[in-house]
Structures are given as structure tokens and as C-alpha cells.
């Protein structure tokens, strides 16, 4: 059975760096059938698509986040990660990892249990 | 990439039937036959429902079923029950391996 955990800092610092790590078990991160992507959800608002990583290091990212955002992979850990840098309070959401079925087809189908992320001082 | 349009909430009696929308743009809903969408209880992850526009998962009840007509994709709940109480979010891709969500409903069972 196919399980999503995300691990991470809880609170971050205005202006700094967000980062958080997906830890995958039951697949591969290298397998070439799936991509692995980041979800965010704000507090009562509706689900933003953050990116996506392929194994071979190709990342697909939201226009709106791209100049903040870095998604990479550890194939040696199974896990991908998530950076996002210079956030605001606007920043303060859960944050789900998930895997994409991207290739042939486009839905995500496994998500993790979700983390929520406060931006404050 | 705006996000597509839902309504805030919608409700329905016990064995009732509800319809949700989803209205995009020919770049997204209207351009592609990848709508999913997504149940989201409280304080839990999202689950898919609805992928391809119509196609169910397995395990997934046939009381779910998804359509659409050109920029504004559908799900609807037949025979209303108590555990559909939740939120609902459509997804559509956007092309050049993006994606983009809805704004979400709420589903109430009276």
C-alpha cells in the first residue's frame, strides 16, 4: 500500500525559507510511471497546486510560485522536498505531498495525511 | 491561472441527488478530459472520487458520477448520504504539465 508522509518545521519565520520533505513508501520516486507533486491549502480556502517532480529531475511548477519554488528528489531516501522562500503569512497553509498520475493521464491519486505550516513571527 | 469556479456550498436532503459545478476556461476544463475531483472530510487529506472527467477509482460508490459540457465540468451525488457530508474540489490539468483546483464546495445533507 502506497503511503505519503510529510516531515518538516512547523513554524516558519517571515522572509525566511520553507522546506519539507515527502517520505514515500510502497513506490519508487524513480519509477517512470508517476510524477510527485505539493499541495498546499490555506486555512477554510480551496486546494492550490504547488509542482511537480519527475525522477529524472524535471520539475513543473505553479506560474504564481515559480520564482519562489524548488521541488528536488532523494532517490537514494525515496523521498522529495519542497522549498519555498521568502514567505509571508499568505504562506500559512497545510501542505500535502501526493503522487501525480501524469504520464497518460493527469489526477492525484495517493496523498499524504497533510502538515500545517504557520508563517509568523 | 485563475482558479476554476465552484459554488461555496450546496445541500440536499437524505437520497437526494446534488450537482456540483466547476467553471473554468478553454485553457483548462474546456480544453482537456482531465477533471478529477476530490471528497475532503475535516481535517483530512482529499481522496479522489472522480478522474477523466467520468471515470470512478475502484472502491469509489456509483452514486458519484462527473460530466462535462465545454468549460464547466459537473459532479453529482446521487442518493444523498450521510458520510458525503464534505468538501468537494474539482481539478482540471492546464496544459504543459500543470494543474489548477477549484475554489471548493461544501456538500451539507439535511
Known amino acids: ?121 | 491561472q485563475s482558479a476554476l469556479t465552484q459554488p461555496r456550498s450546496v445541500s440536499g436532503s437524505l437520497g437526494q441527488s446534488v450537482t456540483i459545478s466547476c467553471t473554468g476556461t478553454t485553457s483548462d476544463v474546456g480544453g482537456y478530459k482531465y477533471v478529477s475531483w476530490y471528497q475532503q472530510h475535516p481535517d483530512k487529506a482529499p481522496k479522489l472520487m472522480i478522474y477523466d472527467v467520468s471515470e470512478r477509482p475502484s472502491g469509489v460508490p456509483d452514486r458519484f458520477s462527473g460530466s462535462k459540457s465545454g468549460n464547466t465540468a459537473s459532479l453529482t451525488i446521487s442518493g444523498l448520504q450521510a458520510e458525503d457530508e464534505a468538501d468537494y474540489h474539482c481539478c482540471s490539468y492546464a496544459g504543459r504539465y500543470t494543474s489548477v483546483f477549484g475554489t471548493g464546495t461544501k456538500v451539507t445533507v439535511l
Request: hydrophobic residues 30%.
Open chain 1, 1 to 121: 500500500q502506497l503511503h505519503l508522509q510529510e516531515s518538516g518545521p512547523r513554524l516558519v519565520k517571515p522572509s525566511e525559507t520553507l522546506s519539507l520533505t515527502c517520505t514515500v513508501s510502497g513506490d519508487s520516486i524513480s519509477s517512470s510511471t508517476h510524477y510527485w507533486a505539493w499541495i498546499r491549502q490555506p486555512p477554510g480556502k480551496g486546494l492550490e497546486w504547488i509542482g511537480s517532480f519527475f525522477y529524472s529531475g524535471t520539475t513543473y511548477y505553479n506560474p504564481f510560485l515559480r520564482s519562489r519554488v524548488t521541488i528536488s528528489g532523494d532517490t537514494s531516501k525515496n523521498q522529495f522536498s519542497l522549498r519555498l522562500s521568502s514567505v509571508t503569512a499568505a504562506d500559512t497553509a497545510v501542505y500535502y505531498c501526493a503522487r501525480w498520475e501524469g504520464i497518460a493521464d493527469h489526477y492525484f491519486d495517493y496523498w499524504g495525511q497533510g502538515t500545517l505550516v504557520t508563517v509568523s513571527s
